[in-house]
């Protein structure tokens, strides 16, 4: 059983930035962030391939947040920046990625980390 802890989470204002991690327990294929506001589906932010060469953005955040992964370290991060309130939501860290499957998708992924809140506010 991979075991995943995330950080980084907290609360900033519209227009600040926060760094999220995400600590696997072991080595694993591709990893993702999702995140689900109250009242909506889980929606898939970013994703990176096992390697690192790939990465994938949900649109809301494309060209503000970025993914990036230590290998060593079994680490993924998430580098969000210009936040708004609409990114206000439970952050997830997801690993282990079914061959074929869309990254942005919460189905394609077999391991969650517990959640991290991020609270934007204006």
């Known amino acids: 059983q991979v075991q995943l802890v995330e950080s980084g989470g907290g609360s900033v204002q519209a227009g600040g930035s926060l760094r999220l991690s995400c600590a696997a327990s072991e080595s694993i294929n591709c990893m993702g962030w999702f995140r689900q506001a109250p009242g909506k589906e889980r929606e898939g932010v970013a994703a990176?391939?096992?390697?690192?060469?790939?990465?994938y953005y949900g649109d809301s955040v494309k060209g503000r947040f970025t993914i990036s992964r230590d290998i060593p370290r079994n680490t993924v991060y998430l580098q969000m920046n210009s936040l708004n309130v609409e990114d206000t939501a439970i952050y997830y860290c997801?690993?282990?990625?079914?061959?074929?499957?869309?990254?942005?998708?919460?189905?394609?992924?077999?391991?969650w980390g517990q959640g991290t809140q991020v609270t934007v506010s204006s």
């Open positions: 997801a690993a282990r990625c079914t061959l074929g499957g869309s990254l942005l998708r919460p189905t394609t992924f077999g391991y």
């Open positions: 990176i391939s096992t390697r690192g060469s790939f990465t």
